[in-house]
């Protein structure tokens, strides 16, 4: 439990990392952004399906069942992980640079309020993968899944911070609100230990779950926004370099 809260802490303070240049510009173009944000969809796609999906896969026969039925488990985990996000998606109000106004209610709230409530909706699966994956008998699964998130939350990090600063934040209020977005991952991967804590037979579960949670961010907001902005080729490049940089980690730490 305790290098699960410290692994997604290190990884959460990766954003404030990444959104420190803020303090010295304020520019960076759409271009340069759309890379950043297909490098860390990349990682997260990898580290879904390498460190989270796969392994519960194996665990769930290490159980006792066979390829179908444990095919059958792993696959509602990822869509119960993947319901809770959509759940929780439409409830929340939130705003995104480029989609605007989503969820239920909150339309006269400060949008940069709205926009690091949209960003919990991306670190929360992400806190709770890492302290989910240290909870497994491999320890080199969460070293793993906690560089990738790391890795992919630097340049997250400072999309996020130009974002607030275009809304009219100024450059040390924009930096302390990235940082406060990645400070969300401990919270999940509290949620994630102390789910497992009840019993270690949740652990495939749990690891099918997170990684159902981060695959519908990736695929209903990371990927859409790094292509909205006319940049779909080099945003297609930076998921792809993410992806090979994420599958190289867990192949050599495996």
């Known amino acids: ?93 939130h705003e995104h640079a480029l989609k605007g106004h989503e969820g239920h209610g909150g339309t006269k709230w400060n949008s940069a309020l709205l926009f690091v409530l949209a960003m ?18 491999q320890p080199e699964l969460g070293l793993s899944v906690a560089l990738g998130i790391g890795a992919q939350n630097i340049p997250e990090g400072l999309v996020v911070a130009l974002a607030l600063r275009a809304s009219g934040a100024s450059a040390s209020r924009a930096a302390f609100l990235a940082l406060l977005t990645g400070m969300v991952e401990p919270v999940g991967a509290l949620f994630g230990v102390l789910a497992l804590s009840l019993s270690s037979a949740l652990l ?13 961010v990736i695929s209903h907001e990371m990927i859409p926004e790094s292509h909205r902005g006319g940049f779909e080729r080099e945003a297609t490049t930076g998921l792809m370099w993410g992806f090979v940089l994420a599958l190289v980690l867990d192949m050599s730490l495996g």
């Not at 303070?13 to 340069?32: D, F, I, N």
């Not at 919990?120 to 008998?137: C, I, Q, R, Y």
């Not at 495939?204 to 519908?216: E, K, Q, V």
Request: hydrophobic fraction near 55%.
């Open 1 to 93: 439990m305790g290098a699960g809260l410290v692994a997604s802490l290190l990884a959460g303070t990766a954003t404030g990392l990444g959104a420190l240049p803020v303090l010295v510009t304020s520019e960076l173009s759409r271009k340069a952004q759309d890379r950043m944000l297909g490098f860390s969809a990349g990682v997260m796609l990898a580290a879904t399906s390498f460190s989270l999906v796969i392994p519960a896969m194996e665990l769930v026969r290490g159980q006792g069942h066979d390829g179908p039925s444990a095919a059958l488990r792993v696959a509602a985990g990822v869509l119960l992980g993947g319901l809770f996000l959509r759940v929780w998606h439409d409830l929340m109000p």
């Open 120 to 137: 919990t909706l991306h670190n929360f699966p992400e806190g709770l993968a890492v302290g989910v994956s240290f909870a497994a008998p």
């Open 204 to 216: 495939p579960w749990g690891l099918a779950f997170a990684g159902g949670a981060m695959l519908y």
